[in-house]
């Protein structure tokens, strides 16, 4: 069971794994380590599938647990979104 593994954790850890289960808790682990990060950047950090990091991500800001900003890659010439944890407005005890 996850829920041991989140005892000390942030609140918004321990939100995503009570809405997802494991795979929201990499996810926000992912996000708490760096900001603006991309779908591929949080993929790679993960181990899971890009798939299901956009549907994790997407869920989460459905949920407002995050926020994405769309900016262009310079390097690739498309748009990409950069997701941050809305971790100061989440709270759990």
């Not at 682990?29 to 779908?39: E, I, K, Q, S």
């Not at 647990?65 to 941050?84: A, H, N, P, Q, S």
Request: glycine share 8%; hydrophobic share 40%; charged share 35%.
């Amino acid at each position: 069971m996850y829920m041991r593994s989140v005892e000390y954790e942030d609140s918004f850890v321990k939100i995503a794994g009570l809405i997802g289960g494991e795979e929201y808790l990499k996810v926000a682990r992912g996000l708490l380590n760096t900001d603006d990060a991309t779908d591929e950047e949080i993929a790679s950090a993960t181990g899971l599938r890009i798939n299901i990091i956009r549907k994790v991500l997407y869920d989460m800001f459905g949920k407002a647990l995050i926020t994405g900003i769309r900016v262009k890659d310079e390097k690739k010439g498309w748009f990409v979104y950069r997701w941050r944890a809305k971790k100061d407005q989440v709270f759990y005890r």
